[in-house]
């Protein structure tokens, strides 16, 4: 079983829709979860963290963590062009710890 | 939003060859790390460094991989013996004492 597991994707929703993405996660004690955006070539940028259960809202994103059933998802409001890239989900089992990665789900938001 | 920077942005070097890559925090922080990712898979962590120490490191950081902060600032990753299978991308990153995690730019390492 893979330590952080996403969506195999590839995502396809048109401009404007909600978009979500998912990913879950073996280490039941993980205790700080990030999404993080990643263009072809480019370095991962953070878009959010979330470390209680619950919703975590940011402009147009929102996290979600079920620590329970070990899930985190990130929902993307009125999608973009320009939000077309590969979604990463990053779990920490400490909060200064590595970060462990999932493989990413690519997302294209088509005009 | 802290600023790193990492030099050189492409490195092209032969197998067996050394290799330094370098990532400069704008400002001072504590914790470090170096993580690589091979073209089309995931992220992948390499080491820790807090407090001038290694704090944690992978199983790919074997005795190839070294990493130091030599003047207080600069905070490099060293590849000894370079392998075709260390071809990546190789990105520092920070957290400036919050859990947020920031990555730079990286480097993007080719071994022929």
């Known amino acids: 079983q893979k330590e952080v597991e996403q969506n195999s994707g590839p995502l396809s929703v048109p401009e404007g829709a909600i978009a979500s993405l998912n990913c879950t996660y073996s280490?039941?004690?993980?205790?700080?979860f990030f999404w993080y955006r990643q263009y072809s070539g480019k370095s991962p940028e953070l878009i959010m963290f979330?470390?209680?259960?619950g919703d975590k809202e940011d402009g147009r994103f929102t996290a979600q963590l079920n620590k329970a059933s070990q899930y985190v998802s990130l929902l993307i409001r009125d999608s973009q062009p320009s939000d077309s890239a590969t979604y990463l989900c990053?779990?920490?089992?400490?909060?200064?710890?590595?970060?462990?990665f999932g493989d990413g789900t690519t997302l294209t938001v088509k005009p | 939003e802290p600023e790193v920077t990492q030099t050189p942005s492409h490195q092209v070097t032969q197998m067996g060859q050394e290799v330094i890559l370098r990532c400069v925090p704008i400002s001072n922080h504590l914790y470090f790390y170096w993580y690589r990712q091979i073209l089309g898979q995931k992220v992948e962590f390499l080491v820790s460094f807090y407090n001038n120490e290694i704090s944690e490191k992978s199983e790919i950081f074997d005795d190839q991989f070294s990493v130091e902060r030599p003047d207080g600032s600069n905070f490099t990753l060293k590849i000894r013996s370079t392998k075709l299978e260390d071809s990546a991308m190789y990105f520092c990153?920070?957290?400036?004492?919050?859990?947020?995690?920031?990555f730079g730019p990286g480097t993007r390492l080719t071994v022929l």
């Open positions: 990153a920070l957290r400036p004492g919050t859990p947020e995690q920031f």
């Open positions: 280490d039941r004690g993980s205790q700080s």
């Open positions: 990053a779990v920490n089992a400490v909060n200064a710890g590595k970060s462990t």
């Open positions: 979330i470390y209680s259960n």
